[in-house]
Nanobody
Framework: QVQLVESGGGVVQAGGSLRLSCVAS????????MGWFRQAPGKEREFVAA????????VYEDSVKGRFTISRDTAKNTVYLQMNALKPEDTAAYYC?????????????????WGQGTQVTVSS
């Protein structure tokens, strides 16, 4: 069983930056594609970004391209989401995800594992 623990959420003004972290345990980190999703109040959970097990493939949702960067550190079993130029519409609970199968399956919103989430609030 994989455990995912997120951190780094908080309150930031529009235009500011935050970096989310997610530490994975319970399985060899390089077995897993990793990703981030978010869910705003009253809305469905949506895909934000994903990174392949090797780090060689990156995928982003259109609204975050050029502002968010996903990366991973194998030595620390950690995936990051650097969020710059934040907007009020980025306000949401952000969830880390991990998947051992096809990366496309995770990007469709069907990862094997979910974290508990960390709240990001962007004030205008």
């Amino acid at each position: 069983q994989v455990q995912l623990v997120e951190s780094g959420g908080g309150v930031v003004q529009a235009g500011g930056s935050l970096r989310l972290s997610c530490v994975a345990s319970g399985r060899t980190f390089t077995d897993l594609h990793m990703g981030w999703f978010r869910q705003a109040p009253g809305k469905e959970r949506e895909f934000v970004a994903a990174i392949s097990w090797s780090g060689g493939s990156l995928v982003y949702e259109d609204s975050v391209k050029g502002r968010f960067t996903i990366s991973r550190d194998t030595a620390k079993n950690t995936v990051y989401l650097q969020m710059n130029a934040l907007k009020p519409e980025d306000t949401a609970a952000y969830y880390c995800a991990a998947h051992a199968g096809r990366m496309e399956t995770m990007s469709r919103g069907e990862p094997d594992y979910w974290g508990q989430g960390t709240q990001v609030t962007v004030s205008s």
